[in-house]
């Protein structure tokens, strides 16, 4: 059975920092790549960031200079590391993994960033 296990999501003030983790098991798959979305109260989900097989990250605009993107040996864990954090950075973060046409997404977890 897969699962996606995400963790590390807390408060924290505005202007620092947090490492949220992501955690893939059981698969039987080549995971291809690791994507982290968010979705912030009132809004749709967003694409935040992806990791592939070769540790090639993409962002979007508005994490690019902020948040970074990296996976251990193993390939089974991904981290997001999230600097300067701001109060528009609240949301509920998920990690997604993909393989040739398989993906499976975890539960999410929480970041809240008071100002």
């Known amino acids: 059975q897969v699962q996606v296990v995400e963790s590390g999501g807390t408060l924290v003030q505005a202007g620092g920092s947090l490492r949220l983790s992501c955690v893939a098991s059981g698969t039987t798959f080549r995971i291809t790549h690791f994507d982290w979305y968010r979705r912030a109260p009132g809004k749709v989900r967003e694409f935040v960031g992806s990791i592939d097989s070769t540790g090639g990250a993409t962002y979007v605009d508005s994490v690019k200079d902020r948040f970074t993107i990296s996976r251990d040996g193993a390939e089974t864990t991904v981290y997001l590391h999230m600097n300067n954090l701001n109060p528009e950075d609240t949301a509920v973060y998920y990690c997604?993994?993909?393989?040739?046409?398989?993906?499976?997404w975890g539960q999410g977890t929480q970041v809240t960033v008071s100002a």
């Open positions: 997604k993994i993909a393989g040739r046409k398989e993906q499976y």
